[in-house]
């Protein structure tokens, strides 16, 4: 998961309990950067299989990624990560210029 459990776990629950104005959930929430890198590598990772990002795909996935790992983190078993994205990515439609 990239990251250790229980940090995890604790995060998940201090953006749960905190309100957005407080200054920590910042904080919890990671650096602007680290979403602009990730969003940008979702956004590559959908032009490579030929998904435009037209309609906020890129955000799509990182959501249903999250997701996934917030079930995992919380249930302490593996999330179905793989054969989940790849399914959303199968159903999302295609402008057939697909880099390799």
Known sequence: MGEDVTALRARYALLL???????????LRG??????????MAEEALGRVGVRDDS??????????????????????????QPVVETFIRGLPKDGNARP
């Not at 309990?17 to 904080?27: G, R």
């Open 17 to 27: 309990e905190l309100s957005p104005e407080d200054p920590a959930w910042s904080s």
């Open 31 to 40: 650096p602007a950067r680290v979403r602009e890198v990730v969003l940008t």
């Open 56 to 81: 906020g795909r890129a955000w799509e996935l990182l959501a249903l990624v999250d997701g996934l790992l917030f079930r995992q983190a919380v249930t302490a078993g593996p999330a179905p990560i």
